[in-house]
T-cell receptor, first 113, second 113 residues
Framework: NAGVTQTPKFRVLKTGQSMTLLCAQD?????MYWYRQDPGMGLRLIHY???????AKGEVPDGYNVSRLKKQNFLLGLESAAPSQTSVYFC????????????FGPGTRLTVT | EDQVTQSPEALRLQEGESSSLNCSYT??????LFWYRQDPGKGPEFLFT???AGEEKEKERLKATLTKKESFLHITAPKPEDSATYLC??????????????FGTGTRLTIIP
């Protein structure tokens, strides 16, 4: 099992550009999450999904969109990148069967100039 | 609103010097408290889940305990490979789902050989 994988690992964008981050999990988990991690701020939830075709807003959703067309994939989109979105992005997944403990991907480091 | 506060922010110990990390929390109804380890440049790695006051869990040199207001991560005779950031997160009981976690900002632990 690969667990949770994220693509790409690094990306540099210019202000106003768009991009999509891909998260994939092979554990058949029903829940998936996108977080951002900034120094001194901890992990903050952007959006999450409780199942295929369903998404919900987290703590810091503005400027991001998500989609979950397949159970194993969760996409995070930035339509018009801003320097404030410079961060490390983590995807995670969980299942009720294992007490909702979340399993994280390796992260994507995004820099917006 | 759920809150998690971890202390200290950073801790430097000599190899073999035991200590404890603190996680204090405010949550409407605690369903679970989670501990994670995060190495630099990597995603958080799950360590423990605690569900009720008085519960304890151990893994190698780590022991996690839980009271009604806080959790402690005790590290006994640490080794340099225990150096990492340790994250605490809480999960609250909700009417519509229990899948979200609220994270603290972490304690950065450094073990000096």
């Amino acid at each position: 099992n690969a667990g949770v994988t994220q693509t790409p690992k690094f990306r540099v964008l210019k202000t106003g550009q768009s991009m999509t981050l891909l998260c994939a999990q092979d554990m058949n988990h029903e829940y998936m999450y996108w977080y951002r991690q900034d120094p001194g701020m901890g992990l903050r939830l952007i959006h999450y999904s409780v199942g295929e075709g369903t998404t919900a807003k987290g703590e810091v959703p503005d400027g991001y969109n998500v989609s979950r067309l397949k159970k194993q994939n969760f996409l995070l989109g930035l339509e018009s990148a801003a320097p404030s979105q410079t961060s490390v992005y983590f995807c995670a997944s969980s299942t009720r069967d294992r007490g909702y403990e979340q399993y994280f991907g390796p992260g994507t480091r995004l820099t917006v100039t | 609103e759920d809150q998690v506060t971890q202390s200290p922010e950073a801790l430097r110990l000599q190899e073999g010097e035991s200590s404890s990390l603190n996680c204090s929390y405010t949550v409407s109804g605690l369903r679970g408290l989670f501990w994670y380890r995060q190495d630099p440049g990597k995603g958080p790695e799950f360590l423990f889940t605690l569900y009720s006051a008085g519960e304890e869990k151990e893994k190698e040199r780590l022991k996690a305990t839980l009271t009604k207001k806080e959790s402690f991560l005790h590290i006994t005779a640490p080794k340099p490979e225990d150096s990492a950031t340790y994250l605490c997160a809480v999960q609250a009981w909700t009417n519509f789902g229990n899948e979200k976690l609220t994270f603290g900002t972490g304690t950065r632990l450094t073990i000096i050989p």
